[in-house]
């Protein structure tokens, strides 16, 4: 016979759900409002004198072409990071959930990389790509390659790519890696003997049955692109040469704390947050559509 438990207790539920609606409070919802507030005021550097302008702050940032150059770069940015991440963690995870010997020491490998902080990830790959200091560097420009990220824009977008997806990879190859591995054999056997060939078998079937996991990874990607990568971004670039890969993240960075514009940085941190929520919610509306749970 199964017995039925009911839960009684009224106010535990809401005890144990206080710390994190606290944390949401404290750490989301009260500086959102903050930057919504301070984006209609036009304030000192000093922050002594305040005065309500209403929308002039988001006015001269839309109408700022240095803002529009980082749109531009936001929007290679975040496209090229986020592709070439679940691109190779894609590749990585099929690779691993192979029956290969050792394969549980690749996939501990290929995890590491998730621990290491942005700005300790840009100082490996600035190491290894510098024009004087570089092995890579050095060995690009010894090869009669004209390689100087600090002074060509498009090496140094490339670089900031490279490097803020390689940060990535690990996190998606965790979750690719489970799902792959959560696909039943019998399923994999059975297109198997109908005669599908391994890449056909792959997009036919294992690809779909992937999708719920790969929508997700790429909403938390682009997410990560837009957001988490300015560690990246300051300890490679600076934003340089000449604002080449100064992203909408790094740009609120640079006029608020650099500029001491604080409206117009407060301005830009809510343009922000409106063009990843937009984003968000299309990607549930059109894209989900096409996932099969």
């Known amino acids: 016979m199964r017995r039925r438990v009911i839960f009684r207790g009224k106010v535990l539920p809401y005890l144990l759900l206080a710390p994190q609606i606290a944390v949401t409070l404290v750490f989301f919802f009260w500086p959102a409002a903050q930057a919504v507030r301070q984006s209609l005021l036009r304030e000192d550097p000093f922050g002594l004198r305040s005065e309500f302008v209403g929308l002039e702050n988001f006015r001269a940032v839309l109408a700022d072409p240095l803002y529009l150059n980082a749109v531009r770069n936001t929007a290679v940015f975040a496209a090229a990071v986020a592709g070439i991440a679940l691109g190779a963690a ?31 990830a840009a100082v490996l ?8 200091i570089g092995l890579i560097g050095r060995a690009l420009n010894a090869a009669g390659m004209a390689w100087d990220y600090k002074l060509d824009g498009a090496q140094a977008m490339l670089l900031v790519i490279v490097a803020a997806a390689w940060k990535q990879v690990s ?6 890696l489970a799902g792959l591995q959560s696909i039943p054999a019998s399923v994999l056997e059975a297109a198997a003997m109908d005669g599908a060939r391994p890449a056909y078998r792959f997009w036919t079937v294992v690809f779909p049955l992937l999708s719920p996991t790969t929508f997700f990874l790429l909403v938390v990607n682009l997410t990560y692109a837009f957001f988490d990568t300015f560690g990246v971004i300051h300890a490679l670039t600076g934003g340089g040469p000449g604002k080449a890969t100064e992203t909408l993240i790094y ?5 608020g704390v650099q500029n001491l514009n604080f409206g117009g940085s407060a301005a830009q941190s809510v343009i922000l947050m409106a063009i990843v929520i937009a984003l968000t919610a299309v990607q549930f509306r059109s894209i989900e559509r096409r996932v099969h749970y």
Do not use: C, E, M
């Not at 790959?125 to 004087?132: A, I, R, T, Y």
């Not at 996190?171 to 690719?176: D, H, S, T, V």
């Open 90 to 120: 894609l590749f990585l995870a099929v690779q691993a959930d192979k029956r290969i010997r050792g394969a549980g020491v690749y996939k501990t490998l290929l995890i590491w990389p998730y621990a290491v902080a942005p700005a300790v």
């Open 251 to 255: 740009k609120v960075y640079v006029d």
């Open 125 to 132: 790959w600035l190491f290894l790509f510098h024009p004087s």
């Open 171 to 176: 996190y998606n190859f965790i979750f690719f």
